[in-house]
């Protein structure tokens, strides 16, 4: 489990805030014991960071103890010089400027940052993206307006220079941030491991329902495993946990990758980890990889969109009707059915606005997909979802609403051999991960559609077979993985 400590200069520097056994002295930080149970966060909140300081000897030795530590070192270096800072703030300075408008005379403005939060409303959506370059609990930031906006210079500040306002936000700021340090006679839990578990209440079509969430804590407490729900704004969170779980629907330029990308570099065993988004939410990286694994899959082309006679170079090589699909769609979407050259064209057309690759594929027509799920390399759950009435796809998407077709849910036991066989082809060359792969059978054989490193998991759906098994199973595995990295002389099993 996690614990938090506040490092103060001194014990009266925490006198304006409610006391707390968490908030600690630098001295007392020197002495406390450097092995501890579970992972040790430390929010650095000595009056001065610069090099060779009480405040960047902390950082320093946080880091060489293994504990996660804000400001981190890498922080403090990078904010000491203008020259590190200034290429990651510029890529923030357009949408500022959008917001701050064009003043009429050189201008300076000067504002805190408190753990991304500021008093100032034109601010905010700043504030909170320079939190996520530089994660630090007060930032003193400068801005200039010469013809354009610039930040003129950025300090760590103490939060013993805030103002009355400031100080509120702060210690609410702190609060949301990590309430373990609130916990001063509160019953410590028995969970010998934390697991943050990423969901999103307002995605329209989760990977996983309210009720299947509910099953992973509750699987996850039988194990010894505290499992949280975070949401979007909670990316700082991260170093409280032993693991992540994104139970979101996850693509490259999207906060899930950027969660699974923090993640991973705090040390976290994370699902799906940034390798497997990477490669999963691009169709054209999978076709390639299908290509060069011989993976059985439909005939497929990559196309570009400046490519000649593209229409005829197709029908060359795939019969109609042809899918054509855009790399990075999900859910049925951004997919088109050809049946003859003008819808084709249109298709190519429609698409190519969205993507400079697209994947045309030969369309293999059969009643049902096979989704066959995968964790470590191993089969764990079988559906066959079937084609929405009268429509070519599982899902459909109209104006308003999505439909999908019926399902059945089955042992992997009763799958097709060459189905199971295809499946595992498929995802050893992603990763070993949990994994959804798509398959039409025809005549016995598999053919691998794509791979969905966020699969479906839905109460009564995928798991209607092994029921609660399903969630131990996966829960299982996560605590197998945060066992080792523990301990990383445990064996495999």
């Not at 707390?20 to 007392?28: A, E, G, L, W």
């Not at 805190?112 to 700043?126: I, N, S």
């Not at 009355?164 to 702060?170: K, N, Q």
């Not at 929405?388 to 019926?406: A, L, M, N, P, R």
Request: charged share 25%.
């Amino acid at each position: 489990m996690s614990q938090t400590y506040i490092v103060v200069d001194q014990a009266k520097d925490w006198s304006a805030f409610l006391p707390s056994d968490r908030v600690i002295t630098f001295s007392q930080y020197l002495n406390l014991a450097t092995k501890s149970q579970g992972r040790t966060r430390i929010i650095n909140l000595c009056k001065s960071s610069k090099y060779l300081s009480d405040g960047y000897y902390c950082s320093l030795l946080a880091e060489s103890r293994g504990h996660h530590v804000m400001p981190s070192v890498r922080v403090l270096n990078d904010i000491s010089k203008k020259t590190l800072y200034e290429m990651q703030v510029a890529q923030l300075l357009p949408s500022l400027s959008e917001k701050l408008g064009t003043p009429e005379q050189p201008t300076e403005l000067h504002f805190y940052c408190v753990f991304g939060k500021t008093t100032q409303t034109e601010m905010k959506e700043f504030s909170r993206k320079l939190f996520e370059f530089f994660a630090c609990p007060v930032l003193k930031v400068s801005l200039k307006f010469r013809k354009t906006w610039q930040v003129s210079d950025l300090q760590v500040a103490s939060h013993k220079h805030l103002n009355d306002e400031e100080e509120t936000l702060f210690a609410e700021s702190l609060e949301a941030f990590s309430t373990k340090v609130w916990s001063k006679g509160r019953t410590q839990r028995a969970a010998k491991f934390d697991l943050a578990m990423l969901v999103n209440p307002d995605e329209a079509m989760p990977p996983s329902d309210a009720q299947a969430l509910k099953k992973f804590v509750q699987a996850g407490k039988q194990l010894g495993i505290q499992v949280d729900m975070i949401g979007p704004k909670d990316l700082m969170r991260l170093p409280e946990y032993d693991g992540l779980f994104i139970r979101e629907t996850t693509n490259i330029d999207h906060h899930t990758y950027r969660f699974a990308k923090k993640a991973e570099a705090a040390g976290l065993v994370v699902m799906d980890d940034p390798q497997s988004i990477m490669r999963c939410t691009n169709k054209v990286y999978l076709a390639d990889l299908f290509n060069t694994h011989k993976v059985p899959c439909p005939k497929t082309r990559i196309v570009h969109k400046g490519e000649k006679d593209l229409e005829t170079l197709l029908e060359g090589a795939i019969n109609y009707p042809m899918v054509v699909k855009i790399p990075d769609g999900a859910f049925s979407k951004g997919v088109i059915k050809a049946e003859n050259r003008e819808s084709l064209s249109k298709s190519l057309v429609t698409l190519f606005k969205k993507s400079s690759l697209l994947l045309v594929q030969e369309y293999l027509y059969t009643e049902f997909d096979w989704r066959i799920g995968v964790l470590n390399n191993k089969p764990i759950f079988a559906c066959r979802y079937y084609m929405v009435k009268d429509h070519w796809q599982i899902y459909q998407h109209g104006e308003s609403s999505s439909e999908s077709g019926g399902f059945d849910t089955l042992p992997t036991f009763e799958v097709p051999r060459r189905v199971l066989q295809a499946a595992i082809a498929a995802t050893k060359p992603i990763g070993d991960g949990l994994y959804g792969v798509d398959i039409k059978e025809i005549n016995g054989r598999g053919y691998v559609i794509e791979v969905n490193d966020n699969p479906s998991i839905d109460r009564g759906v995928e798991d209607k077979y092994l029921g609660d098994e399903l969630y131990m199973h996966i829960m299982s595995e996560f605590l197998r993985r945060m066992q080792l990295n523990r301990s990383p002389n445990i064996a495999h099993h």
